[in-house]
């Protein structure tokens, strides 16, 4: 069971109160039908599923229903940090000696 | 390689069973290979005894980080079935099916597989056309099945609980009579055997780091023990699939999560039959030992770290207790998580890629086992050939790009 840290709600909360979002900052394109198959198929499909930090969003489903956005470590599981939309993060794979 | 037999067996007695020889040797890997193929679990051995066995080529590796079969090979819960909803599927695991029902004769292992028959439960009117609608289509594709009534059900597994006052009563269920399980040890290590008498070298313990290219084309891998030349590389790699395409420099649409398992302590045999319920989120069987094997749902994260979270199996747990109340008393042994690489249409990944001589095989997410042998013999063709197997025309990574999903959350969501 994750414990997690709701930005909006400021609350370390259990994990069963959130959904999972995937990986985050994916930015959609703004004008879709200019894009070729190729970049759209990636656009909807392909994901970085690294080994290590990895950005993704999370829901507080239960809570407060808003997106934000979490560090985590895909392999210990830690979370590094929660931040809100429009936020940037403070840790990259490269800071975090990855 | 030795053959086993009753007369072996005899034989190896009078020697207090102390001289069998040993499965497979343990070779140091050459400077050169025709075919590497990355990844020692079920489907990795498969491929290499496929390719050895019916391609006649045997200057082949196989590479394994850890110990062959470790990965999700020795984590899942066995389960075999070919009901799945599309064309395509169907026939790639009815292809599957079709090769387990000879493969301990053919590979001269038993793999204990046990067609015990699968039931997947419905509990309500949705689901009940849905598995109207999946056992048609399996019947028009010449695979067996019915939908079975709750009376039935019960016939076939007497201690389940049909009763309408519960908070999901079931109200039927597909039922499956040539599926099963098998022993998942038994299955790599019996690929394995056979792989390594046709000469296939078994490389363990030694982990794929970089994949070298020149000029568009795979020439081998770095590994711990160096760099091993390859004029071919056929990944199979389950949860760490995007790791190594990563080397490689290509993405794919797969995200690893854990999914989790758990044994209970044995007991004497009462459930002689798979039983699933996608609605309820959980599946049981009885292992020959006599525990009880239960399967949950997969983590909703990404995560390497072949665990998942307890509030996962609590849920699996409460569906199980509801469908079989007598299981309540029952004492869990052990829960252990394995990395399964989900596909957003959850089908696989048998596929050439953009580099040449580089191919993959992913994507089986919380259902590959069954598709073992089948995988195995479908990638071996794509990659002596260079081209897909038939049946596994359907299944490159380009679908994602054209458009050409295979949706099978219907038949695959949680069930394995
Ligand atoms: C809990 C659980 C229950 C399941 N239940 C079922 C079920 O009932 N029925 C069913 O059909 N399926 C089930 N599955 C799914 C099934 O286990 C997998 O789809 C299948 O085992 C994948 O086969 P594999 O041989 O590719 O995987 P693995 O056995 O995981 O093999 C992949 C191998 O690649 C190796 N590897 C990874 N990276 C590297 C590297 N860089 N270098 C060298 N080697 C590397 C790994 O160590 C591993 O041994 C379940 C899975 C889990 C986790
Ligand atoms: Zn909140």
Redesign the pocket.
């Known amino acids: 069971m994750l414990l997690i840290h709701c930005p909006y709600c400021r609350e370390d909360r259990e994990e069963e109160e959130f959904s999972y979002g995937g990986e985050a900052h994916i930015v959609r394109p703004l004008e879709p039908e200019a894009l070729s198959d190729q970049e759209w198929g990636d656009y909807l499909f392909f994901r970085k599923n690294p080994r290590g930090i990895h950005h993704e969003m999370w829901y507080h489903q239960t809570g407060c229903r808003r997106y934000f956005y979490a560090t985590r470590n895909t392999v210990s599981y830690e979370i590094l940090e929660t931040y809100m939309v429009g936020e940037k993060p403070q840790i990259s794979a490269a800071e975090a000696g990855q | 390689m030795k053959k086993y037999s009753g007369f072996s067996l005899f034989k190896n007695a009078l020697s207090y069973h102390e001289n069998w020889q040993k499965l497979w040797r343990s070779p140091k890997p050459k400077s050169d290979y025709d075919v590497i193929v990355?990844?020692?679990?079920?489907?990795?051995l498969a491929t290499a005894y496929y390719l050895a066995s019916v391609h006649g080529i045997t200057n082949i590796a196989v590479?394994?980080?850890?110990y062959l079969?470790?990965?999700?090979?020795?984590?899942?819960?066995?389960?075999?079935r070919s009901n799945y909803l599309w064309d395509e599927a169907a026939q790639l695991y009815e292809l599957s099916l079709k090769l387990w029902e000879g493969l301990s004769q053919e590979l001269n292992y038993n793999v204990m597989f046990s067609q015990r028959g699968v039931l997947n439960l419905g509990h309500n009117l949705q689901d009940m056309r849905d598995i109207e609608r999946r056992v048609n289509a399996n019947r028009l594709n010449g695979i067996d099945g019915e939908v079975v009534t709750p009376e039935r059900i019960k016939q076939i597994a007497p201690l389940i609980n049909i009763s309408r006052d519960c908070r999901y009563p079931i109200l039927g269920a597909s039922w499956q009579p040539r599926g099963g399980t098998a022993r998942h040890d038994a299955v790599a290590w019996g690929y394995a055997r056979g792989a390594d008498a046709l000469g296939v070298d078994l490389i363990q313990e030694?982990?794929?780091?970089g994949i070298r290219r020149k000029n568009g084309a795979v020439v081998g891998v770095e590994t711990t023990q160096g760099f091993i030349g390859a004029r071919k590389v056929a990944c199979?790699?389950?949860?760490?699939s995007g790791?190594?395409a990563a080397m490689a420099g290509l993405r794919l649409p797969v995200e690893s999560r854990p999914?989790?398992?758990l044994v209970s302590e044995p007991v004497k045999p009462c459930l002689d039959t798979v039983v699933m319920s996608n609605a309820v989120h959980g599946y049981i069987s009885q292992s020959d030992k006599g525990d009880l094997v239960i399967?949950a749902g997969v983590d909703g994260y990404n995560g390497y770290g072949q665990r998942g979270s307890f509030h996962v199996i609590e849920h699996t747990l409460q569906a199980i207790c509801e469908l079989f109340p007598a299981f309540s008393r029952v004492r869990m042994n052990r829960q252990?998580?394995?990395?399964?690489d989900t596909c957003p249409d959850a089908c696989p990944i048998i596929s050439k890629t953009s580099v040449d001589g580089l191919y993959f095989n992913?994507g089986?997410?919380?259902?590959?086992?069954?598709?073992?042998p089948g995988s195995g013999y479908v990638f071996a063709d794509t990659v002596a050939n260079d081209h897909p197997h038939p049946l596994a025309a359907a299944f490159t990574v380009d679908r994602f790009n054209s458009g050409a999903l295979i949706d099978e959350h219907g038949a695959a969501g949680v069930a394995?």
Not at chain 2, 38 to 44: C, D, E, K, S
Not at chain 2, 366 to 372: E, S, Y
């Open positions: 990355v990844g020692g679990g079920g489907h990795g590479i394994e980080k850890g079969g470790g990965g999700n090979t020795a984590r899942n819960t066995t389960i075999i030694t982990e794929v780091t199979v790699t389950a949860g760490n790791v190594v999914l989790q398992a399967g252990w998580g394995g990395v399964v992913c089986w997410g919380t259902g590959g086992f069954k598709a073992t394995h």
